[in-house]
């Protein structure tokens, strides 16, 4: 199985030293055992040369069934570890983008709370290619923000994420307590690239306060939208989860919340409706959103106002 595993690996990043790495092994050591998987099933799995490694055609057959016997472990390791009320082996943890960096440290912690004998495995995708991924079992749980089309899903709201408007410490709205939203309609937006669901719900609430000035950033980085903002090219909207990360004291952003109603978002979590662990993830969603709570009482901490 250990053998598989590196031979998966190698076909993921052919590359033989990332491969390792990723292992937590020694290059030489995943070399040796891939020379003897080779050598017990007499193929030649890759090629290999000082610029790249390729996948051989007998070798991408091996791989593939290879991937299917992997899974199917894990199936039965997860199996058996639901008799005992928790879960063993890999989990999938994704997110998106614009809550990778806030959020999963958080989800990580309660992760190895509930379920120390998981090995996570983490991945940054955008919404609607986690759909896919989670429908196709290459990911077992996803976070994500709604309202977005997430198709059969089971999906849990975790906690709301309300957005702040981020200008330049000098603007002129930078100490006020407080904005409505129709402002929006008289300040030039920058916007993350399409294919974010930040994004679109970014572009809902303009689309509400009339706004017509609006600058995409071809950027799926929050902090180089922020700082774009610190420069002086525009304003923009920032859920209040990123901002003791991207608006702290000292980048040059201040954000000030909107009156209610504010824009904002659902943080939430998706998984397969037909997922034997399915019961286990309602429990573990449970003790996401407590996180979240807490953790939402510093969101909007001293970054409001520039010292």
């Keep these: 199985m250990r053998q598989l595993e590196f031979a998966v690996a ?3 990043h052919l590359h033989f030293g990332r491969a390792a790495e990723s292992l937590h092994v020694s290059q030489p050591g995943l070399s ?24 051989t055609s007998p070798g991408a057959d091996i791989i593939e069934r290879a991937r299917l016997i992997l899974a199917q472990r894990d199936q039965l390791l997860m199996v058996a570890a639901l008799h005992h009320g928790s879960i063993r082996g890999h989990l999938c943890l994704a997110s998106i983008p614009t809550m990778a960096p806030y959020l999963l440290p958080d989800m990580v912690r309660v992760c190895g709370q509930l379920w120390p004998e998981v090995e996570l495995q983490l991945q940054e995708l955008k919404t609607s290619n986690m759909v896919s991924a989670i429908e196709q079992g290459e990911v077992d749980l996803g976070l994500l923000a709604t309202p977005f089309e997430t198709g059969k899903l089971h999906v849990v709201p975790l906690a709301e994420d309300p957005f702040c408007l981020a200008v330049p410490s000098a603007h002129h709205l930078a100490k006020q307590k407080l904005v409505p939203l129709s402002i929006l309609a008289e300040l030039p937006i920058l916007m993350l690239e399409e294919g ?18 609006i600058n995409e950033v071809h950027s799926a980085s929050l902090s180089t939208l ?30 000030v919340p909107f009156l209610d109603p504010a824009p904002g978002r659902t943080i939430a979590l998706a998984w397969r409706h037909s997922d034997p662990r399915h019961e286990l993830f309602v429990e573990a969603s449970e003790a996401f959103s407590q996180q979240f709570t807490r953790s939402a009482q510093d969101w909007s901490g001293p970054s409001s106002i520039e010292t």
């Design 32 to 55: 040796s055992q891939i020379h003897e998987l080779e050598k017990r099933l007499a193929i030649q799995l890759f090629e290999r040369s000082t610029r790249r490694v390729v996948v």
């Design 226 to 255: 922020t700082q774009m903002v610190a420069s002086g090219v525009g304003v923009t909207l920032l859920p209040a989860s990123a901002l003791a990360v991207e608006a702290r004291p000292g980048t040059g952003v201040n954000t």
């Design 196 to 213: 974010h669901c930040l994004r679109d719900q970014a572009m809902d609430a303009c689309a509400v306060a009339g706004q017509a000035d």
């Design 10 to 12: 190698v076909a993921d």
